[in-house]
């Protein structure tokens, strides 16, 4: 069955195809990162207006890529939720259209579940159970996995999530805007321990995650070393590392303690964050020593793409569900909501 | 006779989710129903319940126009994407149709009106308008979609006292534009509701100009682009 996935929940249109026999065909993507740049963050509106300039272009590309003509496409699978109501509401019209015009079957897939399965696009894919860390813009989410729909919440932030402190960080910081990739490229300049980043909910039991303490931090720290003196590209780059540091050190030890709690030994992380190398390599090298291992897709199947999409839509496509034309779209949407395969 | 143009118009540009189908033998078939919020869901079955009414394949279809604004911005979306996808996957052209041009042309067909002011209320304040005349039975723009507040409303002195007939929301507060404006109307029509056989009448006169275009190239006419403040 080939699958035309199409995400637009946010600032990037992700267009890909998936065939279940041959794997990912073809995917593209165009980011609106320069867009929203001048903002410091996605401006809802514009994001809707660019997506409806995108989309059909990008399919043109990806059938092209795959030398296939659009009634190749067997099933059309697109996000409906969680995200901005606007931006999803292009997706969902074109698939949908496009659905009733080939003839074809159409599923509404959850953005979330597009980031959990991105991993089994690799190689060497993650096999069921594992725990999963979702770490992105809007979600740090803990959560067990048994199969596909067979999730069970066990922790996630009471506040920020990881991304959105990283991005609010970066700003604070004039480092601009996506925050992750500036952050983790001023960090490898930085010395981590040259101020004392607090490391938040470590001391207390359980699997949930505040980063807005951390945030708060920072802002104090750089007003601090602001009033003294003004602050030099060495001064910014260490509190970057720091920060990374104090981020990451907390994921680590609730993935760890996740681990433990379920017995499971394997960990699969997803979701923007989960492209950030010191994160990678210190899972890496910590689970190695509770003979657990951590598994991740390619750094650009890790933020916002088309081939999470198509490949959840693909799975779900092939055993026979679907929804009407008229399912509603879920801007927010419980993972945990999801009927199993 | 001239021979039918199958086109089908989508309007969702306000709180409808309106319909009008040519079919091959040159008969309208129309849907209109109210669908405030709704329209992202209701029209692709919509559009599918007509074209089984009228008997017609969907591949039948040569053109595709819809209503491209102003209006409601997700409204003018879900309408173009609609569109775009059902011109795409049938290898047809768009017809993107001004709303303000489709509510000047709905209300020359009723009242026979040849003077048309239309002002759509756009919110925060203003009015989109645009003002409009038929000559020989064809619409032609005198001053195009604009959107500003509704005092600050003008038109050239050329066209006073044309017997101007206002239509469109943007009328309801009819105190709101200048006295000089409130002195040429001589008959408003605030509570028109846009019915997509306007839109499919002005598509019938762009085909035989040979106006459409390209799926991806149909995009809505916001007109209004200031949608944030830089901080
Ligand atoms: N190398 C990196 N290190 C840390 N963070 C990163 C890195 N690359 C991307 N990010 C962060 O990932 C986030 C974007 O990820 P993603 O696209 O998955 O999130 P989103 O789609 O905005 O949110 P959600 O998926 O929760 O709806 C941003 O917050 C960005 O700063
Ligand atoms: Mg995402």
Not at chain 1, 269 to 285: E, F, Y
Not at chain 2, 80 to 104: F, N, R
Not at chain 2, 152 to 169: E, F, L, M, N, R
């Amino acid at each position: 069955m080939r699958v035309l996935g199409i995400e637009t929940s946010c600032d990037e249109t992700g267009i890909a195809l998936y065939d279940t026999k041959q794997g990912l065909l073809a995917h593209a993507l165009y980011s609106q990162i320069k867009l929203h740049a001048t903002y410091g963050g996605v401006v809802p509106e514009l994001a809707s207006r660019d997506h409806i300039q995108r989309i059909l272009p990008l399919i043109d590309q990806v059938l092209a890529q795959a030398k296939l003509k659009p009634q190749a496409i067997d099933g059309i699978a697109y996000t409906a939720g969680p995200g901005l109501i606007g931006a999803l509401m292009v997706g969902a019209m074109c698939a949908r259209t496009l659905a009733f015009a080939l003839q074809v079957p159409v599923l509404g897939v959850h953005h979330m579940e597009g980031h959990l399965l991105a991993p089994q696009l690799e190689v060497n894919p993650p096999a069921f159970p594992f725990v999963a860390l979702l770490v992105s813009g809007g979600h740090t989410q803990l959560i067990e996995v048994r199969g596909i729909g067979k999730y069970q919440l066990l922790g996630e932030s009471l506040d920020d999530a990881a991304g959105e402190a990283f991005d609010k960080t970066a700003k604070m910081l004039g480092l601009g805007y996506p925050g992750g990739p500036k952050i983790a490229a001023c960090a490898a300049e930085g010395n981590a321990d040259r101020f004392r980043f607090p490391r938040p909910m470590l001391d207390r039991p359980g699997l949930d995650f505040s980063f807005s303490g951390l945030k708060t931090h920072t802002l104090t720290l750089t007003r601090q070393l602001a009033a003294e003196r003004a602050l030099q590209p060495q001064d910014i780059a260490d509190i970057a590392a720091g920060f990374q540091q104090a981020v990451v050190d907390t994921l680590v030890a609730k993935c760890k303690r996740a681990l433990k709690a379920t017995g499971l030994k394997s960990l699969v992380i997803a979701g923007g964050v989960s492209a950030n190398q010191s994160l990678r390599t210190r899972l890496q090298a910590s689970l190695a020593g509770m003979g657990a291992q951590v598994k991740y897709a390619r750094p650009e199947f890790c933020t916002d793409n088309g081939a999470m999409i198509a490949y959840a839509g693909a799975c779900r496509l092939q055993a026979g569900q679907s929804d009407d034309l008229e399912t509603p779209l879920r801007p927010r949407w419980p993972l945990t909501e999801l009927p199993p395969l | 006779m001239k021979s039918p143009v199958p086109l089908l118009a989508i309007d969702t540009s306000g709180a409808a989710c309106s319909l009008a189908l040519c079919d091959t033998q040159g008969q309208v078939w129309t849907h209109h129903q109210a669908a405030e919020r709704q329209q992202a869901k209701s029209l692709v079955p919509q559009i599918h319940a007509l074209l089984e009414q009228a008997h017609m394949p969907l591949q039948a279809l040569q053109g595709i126009a819809f209503g491209a604004g102003p209006g409601s911005f997700t409204g003018l979306r879900i309408a173009c994407m609609c569109a775009q996808s059902l011109a795409w996957a049938l290898h047809i052209p768009v017809y993107p149709i001004s709303t303000l041009e489709a509510y000047a042309w709905q209300t020359y067909q009723s009242t026979y009106a040849r003077y048309l002011a239309v002002a759509l209320d756009a919110r925060m304040g203003e009015v989109y308008w645009g003002l409009y005349q038929i000559q020989e039975h064809s619409l032609q723009t005198l001053v195009p979609a604009q959107v500003c507040p509704p005092d600050q409303v003008q038109w050239p002195q050329a066209y006073q006292d044309q017997d101007w007939v206002g239509v469109g929301s943007g009328w309801q507060n009819a105190q709101a534009f200048s006295p000089w404006i409130q002195g040429q109307m001589q008959q408003l029509y605030p509570d028109a509701d846009l019915k997509a056989q306007a839109i499919l009448a002005l598509a019938e006169q762009a085909w035989a100009r040979g106006e459409g275009m390209a799926a991806a190239q149909a995009q809505p006419f916001y007109i209004r682009d200031q949608v944030t403040h830089r901080s």
